[in-house]
């Protein structure tokens, strides 16, 4: 074994061990998902020394929208179980009322990811067309795609940030409201979430002289990527227990699930296509050690809703997870012909919206890419330019509030990256006076209006006459702080 591997292998052994700590915050504010949190602990605890594996305990259980076309029901059944069990059947009942039993088939982590995914098991199936019912042993999951909207969940930027100075206070339920905020959302009995991008944010190790903040909250492992199993536990299944089960989740790759971040974790648990859980493996070099996967991005899907009778929505989904916000990169030529492939799906439907982690058209009042704050993506605005006619909205999160933006010569953009991370620094809107990608053969120019407000919390659409929408910025416990329209491929928040 080499070295690299026998530190990849204390670093798990130090992982499980830290189970019994998890976050005195999710004890208090996800009662929901303690079964999940036993499951784990008890797994990672005493595994089975049987050789045969014991029935599954579950500890998350979630339907995913698939790529159109891939299945005949539209939702691909997932389940993350306890390690030392076996993949459970899921159960659903048909329209006749007959019962099936399907089969799950393991998604396995490759060997390169050094074993910091051996504490929990994803299982995964094709939930039957016409179901009316679907389950994975006792946990009831959304059988079927929406025939009608009436409310739709939007989120996105949810995990708790340990990294570098930034130390958010992970076991206090007021300072990462995730588990409120996932009840409240569940609560509401959406008829869909649409979740924009980055989980997971448990990159460094809780400093121990800010153990009172994220004592208890697995390290990252020592290899070239940043997530493991018990991460993912903290940051996403037992916060967003009650989310992942109320509605069929549509899901974007966010940068944080990029290959040298959370990508090995994205893939294995939460992306809706088969044979995709290796995408951001590891290889190991003549000399053992792990080298991370080369920065690249998945092909452009479409995900297909029906609204009301007449009247149908297909998401078209970009992976702009690769990449930077504030200067073109190598991979722009790839992004270019993703927004290129994007476009060709929207064709044959009533209404289309863009989907991508990173915003087209969005302003930081950070000072990441420049002094007193910038526009962002770089990559984004120039590799769409030109391919944005088919949409009447793009949605993104990736900064740290919620926002609108409206620029001529796209649609209107709506940001909401305001779903429990770390806020960005609070301050007043100022509509900026010059467009994206200012200076370049694809600049846009200045915008027409804009709005923004730095608070936690998750959109809650609703769709009005013909393809206009009205979307309400609720808190984490579910109070109005705004609201927003969409409608002539403008948006309007106040």
């Known amino acids: 074994m080499t070295n690299r591997r026998r530190s990849a292998r204390a670093v798990l052994i130090g992982l499980l061990a830290c189970t019994a700590t998890l976050s005195t915050s999710l004890a208090t504010s996800a009662s929901a998902a303690e079964a999940p949190r036993a499951a784990v602990e008890q797994a990672t605890a005493s595994k089975p020394t049987a050789s045969i594996p014991v029935a599954a305990t579950v500890v998350a259980a979630f339907s995913l929208a698939a790529p159109a076309g891939t299945t005949k029901s539209g939702l691909v059944a997932r389940a993350v179980v306890a390690a030392g069990t076996r993949c459970p059947a899921l159960t659903t009942v048909g329209s006749d009322g007959a019962t099936h039993s399907t089969p799950m088939r393991q998604r396995v982590p490759a060997v390169t990811t050094a074993h910091l995914f051996d504490a929990l098991i994803s299982c995964s199936a094709v939930i039957p067309a016409k179901s009316v019912s679907a389950r994975i042993l006792s946990t009831t999951i ?60 448990r990159e460094a190790t809780c400093p121990p002289e800010q153990t009172a903040m994220c004592g208890g909250s697995p390290a990252p492992g020592a290899v070239p990527f940043k997530d493991s199993a018990l991460g993912w536990n903290a940051d996403t ?57 080369a920065p690249s991005l998945t092909q452009p899907y479409a995900v297909d809703v029906t609204v009301r009778a007449g009247n149908d929505l297909r998401f078209i989904v970009v992976d702009s997870a690769a990449g930077w916000d504030c200067e073109p990169t190598a991979l722009l030529p790839q992004q270019s012909a993703a927004y290129e492939s994007a476009r060709k799906l929207a064709k044959g439907h009533d209404q289309y919206w863009l989907l991508v982690h990173r915003p087209i058209a969005a302003w930081t009042p950070a000072s990441d890419c420049a002094p007193g704050g910038s526009w962002i993506a770089v990559d984004q605005q120039i590799a769409s330019y030109g391919k944005l006619a088919p949409y009447d909205v793009i949605l993104s999160s990736h900064i740290h509030l919620v926002e609108s933006m409206n620029v001529p010569g796209m649609p209107g953009q709506l940001i909401l990256g305001n779903g429990s991370t770390q806020l960005d620094p609070a301050g007043a809107f100022v509509l900026p006076t010059s467009g994206p990608a200012s200076g370049t053969a694809t600049a846009y120019p200045a915008p027409t209006s804009g709005w923004w407000a730095t608070r936690f919390g998750y959109g809650m659409a609703r769709p009005d006459k013909g393809n206009a929408w009205t979307i309400d910025m609720r808190s984490p416990k579910g109070s109005r702080f705004a609201r927003c329209t969409i409608a002539k491929r403008l948006v309007d928040c106040r």
């Open 142 to 201: 959304p059988h079927a795609l929406p025939t009608e909207i009436t409310r739709m969940a939007v989120l996105g930027d949810t995990g708790c940030r340990i990294k570098g100075q930034a130390i958010q206070a992970c076991n206090d339920p007021a300072a990462w409201p995730l588990a409120t905020l996932s009840s409240t959302i569940a609560a509401q009995n959406p008829d869909l979430t649409v979740f924009l991008g980055d989980f997971f944010y």
């Open 237 to 293: 299944f037992i916060p967003m227990a009650p989310l992942l089960a109320a509605a069929p989740l549509v899901v974007v790759r966010g940068n944080h699930e990029d290959c040298s971040r959370g990508g090995n974790g994205y893939f294995l648990y939460m992306d809706p296509r088969e044979g995709t859980e290796r995408t951001c493996a590891p290889t190991e070099s003549a000399t053992g050690e792990l080298v991370k996967s």
